[in-house]
């Protein structure tokens, strides 16, 4: 453990190296960056792969329940490590740093070309990772193991092509009903950022160990004493700004409230992307956009912007639910929002199998996206470029933010059979019945359960889509008269 401990600590210093690269890294320095960052999966990769482990792990014996996980997580990173090459590691680590920064020029210019390149080196690499992680089957779930362990293509599969046919059905009776007013004006980015700071202590989170940046995709970082958020503004909608903070303090706060006794070990990271996930948009969504908060949302805006083009909180709860069919994944509404990952899962699998080429991308997910969305994608900020998450080579992370959903669903059912009066509190602001609840089921025990069994635990029954689609028919049938 006090080997593992020492690991902990320099993977923890990468990550920060990342995040200085997304919020402050001068851009002249990415080529150094590169460099750097892969010296130090260089050294990670060397401890992670260390035979002594192996020999460790053969005489441990656990005291307890959180020992017996403690092994197992360190035994599972084990055997997957010494599977993987050193150089493929580091040249991962090298491709990816670089990558990232060529992807944004390339979306900043809307040239797919500038990028396509490099892409398909970050694939070559990703399918090398997965042959040698892959003892037989899909190369894909390979990948997904890293982010959801125990999910296949497979299970993932199957899940969309259950929640496919009632979330069609449900965006096509909510886009022929009469759609409610947006939020239009102008809002400037200091007032924006001063109210999600605001927003963000509203909801718990310890400013004394997290900061906000800005960035161009909102992302968090860290764990233990030190989690940051990033942000971003766009002066003509504030919810953007404000539901993306608010999404990363639930993936911080999960990080921030994992037992102590849990730091620096394998335990003291959030279980899997799909639990992180779930955190994110219970916070974002059946928290942040439902009737009850966002009626306190509503008097916050106005002080601080003076009257809106929305009148009301009722007013103001239809324009944060507004149903659209817009490009943006993560300006996405909740009907359509899964609907996005569905096109991602099944384009980045065939990518990962060699189904699909890389030049061949655009075109893909331009075709898909109109046969999906009914929309001619018209540049490819708005399409192919518009995640960061394959330029840093995130195979099969995707998927688990339905997966996220989906167990928000399940949590947000158990949640509120257990808070009395969680509305009320709510509606003034006040967010700790919600959040505390969600601290003592799911957040406070790190990784001490698998995936799967986290959320069962915190629920009292076994996770599936019928919540979230239960909770999403219930929602837009009453805003939108259905």
């Known amino acids: 453990m006090a080997y593992q401990r020492d690991t902990e600590a320099l993977g923890k210093i990468a990550e920060r190296t990342g995040w200085d690269q997304e919020t402050m890294m001068p851009q002249g320095a990415a080529d150094q960056r590169g460099v750097e960052m892969a010296a130090m999966e260089g050294v990670l ?21 959180a020992a017996a996980a403690q092994l197992y997580q360190i035994d599972r ?25 060529i992807w944004a020029r390339a979306r900043a210019a809307e040239k797919v070309a500038d990028f396509l390149p490099t892409l398909r080196r970050v694939i070559e690499l990703k399918r090398q990772e997965a042959a040698a992680l892959a003892d037989v089957g899909d190369l894909y779930d390979a990948l997904i193991d890293d982010y959801e362990s125990g999910a296949t293509a497979a299970s993932l599969g199957g899940m969309f092509e259950r929640m496919r046919p009632r979330l069609v059905a449900l965006r096509a009776a909510v ?13 400037a980015q200091d007032a924006q950022l001063r109210l999600a700071r605001d927003v963000a202590t509203a909801f718990g989170y310890d400013w004394t160990r997290g900061r906000i940046d800005l960035a161009v995709h909102p992302f968090s970082s860290g764990g233990g004493d030190d989690s940051r958020i990033t942000t971003r503004v766009v002066e003509s909608d504030p919810f953007n700004c404000l539901y993306s903070t608010i999404h990363e303090v ?37 928290i942040g956009r439902g009737r009850a908060l ?6 916050q805006m106005v002080e601080r912007f003076g009257p809106l083009s929305v009148e009301g909180p009722e007013a103001f709860y239809a324009a944060v639910n507004r ?35 890389v030049a061949d991308l655009e075109a893909a997910w ?57 509305d009320a509190a709510l509606a003034v602001g006040d967010t700790s019945g919600a959040v505390g609840w969600l601290r003592e089921n799911v957040q406070r025990h790190g990784g001490l359960r698998n995936p799967r069994d986290t959320i069962a635990h915190a629920c009292g029954f076994e996770p599936s889509e019928g919540p979230l689609l239960d909770y999403l028919e219930a929602k837009f049938g009453d805003l939108y008269r259905l």
């Open 294 to 299: 966002t009626g306190w949302m509503y008097g």
């Open 77 to 101: 990173a084990y055997k997957r490590a010494v599977k993987v090459p050193g150089d493929l590691a580091q040249e991962l680590a090298r491709v990816t740093s670089l990558a990232q920064g």
């Open 366 to 422: 331009n075709d898909r996206f109109f046969a999906d969305f009914g929309q001619v994608v018209d540049r490819p900020s708005h399409g192919v470029l518009q995640d960061v998450h394959w330029s840093v080579g995130l195979f099969g992370y995707f998927p688990t933010y339905s997966l996220g959903n989906v167990y928000a669903g399940c949590l947000n059912k158990a949640m509120r059979a257990a808070v009395p009066g969680l």
């Open 250 to 286: 639930g993936h911080s706060s999960y990080e921030l409230a994992i037992d102590p006794d849990y730091g620096m070990t394998p335990l003291g990271h959030g279980v899997s992307m799909g639990v992180h996930e779930s955190q994110s948009r219970i916070y974002e969504n059946q």
């Open 175 to 187: 886009l022929a009903a009469k759609a409610p007013a947006g939020l239009s004006g102008h809002f």
């Open 45 to 65: 990769h060397a401890r992670r792969c260390n035979p002594q482990i192996g020999a460790w792990l053969a005489d441990a014996e656990a005291a307890d329940d």
């Open 323 to 357: 149903v659209h069919a817009g490009f943006i994944r993560t300006e996405a509404d909740e009907v359509h929002y899964n609907l996005h990952i569905m096109m991602r899962f099944d384009l980045e699998r065939a990518l990962i199998r060699g189904d699909l080429a």
